[in-house]
């Protein structure tokens, strides 16, 4: 299956009342271990790039290139899109052209009226193009390739400006951050979440920082319009244990030579166990 836009897959999550997962992708091993559970477990997924990512990968290109073909060798027929994190303008325009299906433009830095503008004239080339676009409104915290924002709650007003504009999904700061939550976290901010959801109608909402927000409170957003949820750190964390420990048991070392595939794999494995369970929370198995 080619790649798809995120549009239909989740309009569809909304009526369900699920979410699909974005899972960032840093290299081969976590695009392949994520495709293959979203095969598994029939579940539509969204693979999001962020700019620091696709330059580590030598670029987005190359990103482009290596999922499609990903798609193709792996008989993947699940509905998979492609699709930048966070981007910049300029990074926006050079998915586009690298053959992204879905991008994200974050403006929640610039005054909203810039944003505004911004957006705007990207809905009407994504339009065009068939491709699918999120916006945020209301930086969320934490610090995520050198950006960093403090968790804010965003402007239900504001939201509104930005939904009306055409854009596919809406990701409004509601206190979520991006790594691990500090012990203090008041938690999400629900009241933020319905009074946006109240501006923006039928827009499938996005939440972002999806690594350690508890069930309970995963659940009750997706019951309040939250559609999409991203998730990148617990990814990293458990790809961190699961090498750690291969190497701390010597088990590199094992053998004739050195095998970066074998180095590799127990990482690639809990990548697809992290990917499994986000999919249980979510909602989204058998919704392909
Ligand atoms: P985490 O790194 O907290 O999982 O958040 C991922 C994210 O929101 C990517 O945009």
Redo the contacts with the bound molecule.
């Keep these: 299956m080619a790649l798809v836009s995120a549009k239909e897959m989740l309009e569809k999550a909304r009526d369900g009342k699920y979410a699909v997962g ?1 899972f ?1 992708i840093n290299n081969l091993e976590w695009t392949k271990s994520i495709l293959q559970t979203a095969e598994e477990l029939k579940s539509p997924v969204i693979l ?1 790039v ?1 700019e620091g990512a696709g330059k580590y990968m030598t670029g987005f290109k190359t990103v482009a290139a290596m999922v499609k073909a990903m798609i193709e060798c792996l008989n993947i027929t699940v509905p998979v899109a492609l699709h930048l ?2 981007g910049t303008y300029e990074g926006c325009y050079k998915c586009i052209e690298a053959g992204f299906s879905s991008i994200m433009f974050d403006g929640s830095h610039f005054p909203i009226d810039e944003n505004v503008a911004k957006t705007k004239e990207l809905v009407a080339v994504c339009k065009k193009l068939g491709l699918s676009l999120e916006a945020e409104v209301g930086a ?1 915290g ?1 610090e ?1 390739d050198g950006v960093i924002g403090k968790g804010e709650c965003a402007d239900p007003e504001e939201c509104k400006k930005i939904a009306d504009l055409g854009v596919t999904m809406l990701a409004a700061g509601i206190g979520n ?3 691990k939550y500090p012990a203090d976290w008041p938690g999400l901010s629900f009241e933020t979440l319905a009074a946006v959801k109240a501006k923006v109608g039928n827009m499938p909402l996005v939440l ?5 927000i508890p069930t309970d409170m995963i659940k009750k957003a997706i019951s309040l319009g939250v559609a999409k949820i ?5 990814c ?1 964390l458990s790809f961190q244990a699961a090498t750690r420990k291969y190497i701390e048991e010597g088990k590199d070392l094992q053998g004739k030579g050195f095998d970066p595939r074998k180095l590799l794999a127990p990482g690639a494995q809990a990548i697809k166990d992290t990917v499994k369970e986000k999919m249980e929370i979510f909602g989204s198995i058998g919704k392909a």
Excluded: W
């Design positions: 974005q960032n999001g962020s994190d966070h969320i934490g995520e951050i991006h790594g972002h920082g999806g690594t350690g991203n998730v990148n750190t617990e990293q």
